[in-house]
């Protein structure tokens, strides 16, 4: 397994002029095709969209054949750029669009101000993506190809924006380098508010909205970790941007166009989460609707976006049904099955997702706005602050409900909002899944702020996101002066201080451990730092362990080692205190006390043994 360095601290600054560069490059493609941009930030928002997708889908295609490596990588983004020149080549001359500069020194001071903790080593506040979302791209490239995972069953999720991951770990921009694309998909979400302003006509309502936008917690620090729900969020928008140029196109070509865009944002989305099926779906519903209201859109036209997104968004779903036998691995066991799966997991896994949210009676739904802000901690993973939404969403509601004038777009905000709120309470009410509309939500907000038919609700309105631009600046100023430490300390010293126990365990194990020994992970996912192959041990995860086989802790230790791992690092702190109901951890601990696990290093509550097993006879006395 070849060494990967997973973090340089300056290494990411390279990613800044590729994703420049992959903004020009689909920004010419999108010209190409002569679709009417309303101005230079549509085109570019959607120019970067196309892009970083097709890089996702070129990475996917080369590690699918086992080409992984950085010259292979570095060739992708060659043949993009060399498309994108003779695309303008063959274009001739367009005339330039107009640039707002007001908006882009807004989304560029929103992006310089977070830069410092996108670029900071993942942490503590990156569980998922220390996880999977990078720890997976990490394992195929020591491996040099895309294969089947058997312990990490999110890494058969769709994986676009890991992808974009991997390429910046497999070109050496380590994980800074990673979180610089998420940190992009921003960056197009604001894009695609800007132009889904300008297009309802609302003057100045796209620079309130894009405040209302970065002012959601949860939105600004997704932006800076290595998760995929700005992506999605990103890919959802721009689809409906594009959907509703589509539906208010009068030429049957530029129409038809526009729908294609709007397939491929909604392909990319699938690509990105498996919840994007329910905004393709409530897209194609309201191009219906909007056909049967102005006989424009004709039955022909949502079949080709709902073709284009579904062949875009396809090879995910494939892939996960080759790997697993179920598309929608491990979802829905009980009617696709799934490799290395059960239905003991299944029910685990449920479980897992309806802890969060305060129940899903129907008058429940009705309280959603006033719960998710009040008592955002129950819809979102415990970490200080950043799961909320603030109160400027639930401002907006009352004086939504006596505007009159907003633009024709709203509609298509409303619906699409009303709808996948429906879809969320049902499924799994984590505030991350309703990610995609915030920046709907944002656009109503930031279209009552300039209602001059309503002087005194445009004014309220303007307040109340004043008020929260400046309260989420104070909330999320201590993670923003933690991530600056990083510079003048260094990443290990920072990540000591930022991942306790596991980072120091992890660099242990790669310090003082051979390079084919075996790791396997208990009360613990978080494996990106590890330098060794591993495995997560808690049963749930796999079926790889037969814990109900074992009659002591001997037996586990003797399976493992026949495994191929000879060290385990457990985080007590996530120990339970009734863990000896568990089966199998009465056995794990009974592998501790007959000496079977040794301890060899011990940081706060994480420990790492050696699995050192006992000869039978000794066993067995």
């Given amino acids: 397994m070849a060494e990967l360095s997973l973090y340089h601290p300056w290494a990411w600054v390279g990613i800044l002029p590729v994703v420049a560069l992959l903004a020009w490059c689909g920004g010419i493609w ?111 490239l020591r491996e040099g190809r895309i294969g089947y995972i058997p312990f990490i069953h999110q890494s058969n999720f769709p994986f676009v924006i890991e992808m974009q991951y991997l390429w910046a770990l497999g070109v050496g921009a380590g994980a800074g380098g990673a979180k610089v694309f998420h940190w992009a998909t921003l960056l197009m979400t604001l894009g695609a508010v800007f132009a889904f302003a300008t297009r309802a006509r609302m003057q100045g309502a796209g620079a309130w909205a894009a405040a209302v936008l970065v002012s959601v917690p949860v939105v600004l620090w997704e932006a800076t970790v290595a998760y995929a729900d700005m992506a999605t969020a990103a890919y959802t928008t721009l689809a409906l941007l594009a959907g509703w140029n ?195 939500v944002a656009l109503l907000c930031g279209g009552l702020a300039v209602m001059s038919a309503h002087r005194f609700t445009a004014r309220a309105m303007q307040a109340a996101i004043v008020l929260q631009v400046l309260w989420c600046a104070v909330g999320l100023s201590p993670l923003w002066s933690r991530s600056l430490t990083v510079w003048h300390e260094g990443s290990s010293a920072y990540l000591e201080r930022a991942l306790p126990g596991v980072w120091q365990a992890s660099q242990w194990i790669n310090l003082n451990t051979p390079p084919e020994a075996g790791v396997i992970l208990f009360d613990e996912t978080r494996g990106f730092y590890l330098q060794r192959r591993y495995l997560w041990g808690n049963p749930g995860h796999h079926t790889l362990i037969d814990y109900a086989s074992f009659t002591d802790g001997d037996m586990l230790v003797r399976a493992l080692h026949r495994m191929g791992y000879h060290y385990v690092m457990q985080n007590l702190a996530f120990v339970p205190p009734d863990s000896e109901r568990e ?39």
């Avoid at 494939?318 to 490799?339: C, D, M, Q, S």
């Fill in 246 to 440: 589509a539906a208010v196109e009068s030429d049957s070509g530029t129409r038809r166009r526009w729908l294609m865009l709007s397939g491929v944002m909604g392909g990319f989305a699938l690509g990105t989460k498996m919840t994007a099926l329910g905004s393709v779906g409530i897209l194609a519903l309201l191009l219906a609707w909007q056909a049967v209201r102005q006989k424009q859109v004709r039955l022909a036209d949502i079949a080709l976006f709902a073709m284009v997104a579904v062949l875009v968004g396809a090879p995910w779903y494939i892939k996960t049904y080759l790997y697993t036998g179920n598309p929608v691995y491990p979802y829905f066991y009980e009617t696709f099955g799934g490799r290395n799966w059960t239905a003991e997991n299944a029910r685990i896994y449920r479980e897992a997702q309806l802890a969060f949210g305060l129940g899903r009676e129907p008058y429940k739904l009705l309280m959603a706005p006033f719960n998710i802000t009040f008592f955002w901690s129950r819809f979102f993973d415990p970490l200080p602050f950043v799961g909320s939404v603030g109160f400027v969403f639930l401002a907006g509601l009352i004086p939504l409900l006596f505007a009159r004038r907003l633009p024709a777009p709203a509609s298509w905000w409303v619906l699409f909002t009303l709808v996948s709120l429906v879809f969320w309470f049902v499924l799994m009410q984590q505030v991350r899944y309703v990610m995609a509309v915030f920046p709907l």
């Fill in 30 to 140: 999108c010209r190409s095709v002569r679709l009417p941009m309303v101005d230079a930030t549509e085109r570019l928002a959607f120019g970067l969209a196309l892009s970083t997708g097709v890089l996702g889908y070129l990475v996917l295609a080369v590690g699918l054949s086992g080409w992984l490596n950085a010259w292979v990588l570095w060739a992708i983004l060659a043949l993009i750029v060399l498309s994108a020149l003779w695309l303008r080549g063959r274009s001739g001359a367009v005339a330039e669009q107009k640039v707002n500069w007001r908006q882009w020194a807004l989304g560029a001071v929103v992006a310089v101000l977070i830069l410092p903790m996108v670029a900071s080593p993942p942490a503590a506040t990156d569980w998922d993506g220390l996880s999977y979302h990078l720890a997976a791209p990490a394992i195929w």
């Fill in 583 to 621: 089966h199998w951890r009465r056995i794990l601990n009974d592998a501790i006390a007959r000496g079977a696990l040794v301890e060899r290093f011990r940081e706060r509550s994480v420990v790492v043994f050696e699995i050192r097993p006992r000869p039978i006879a000794i066993a067995s006395q």
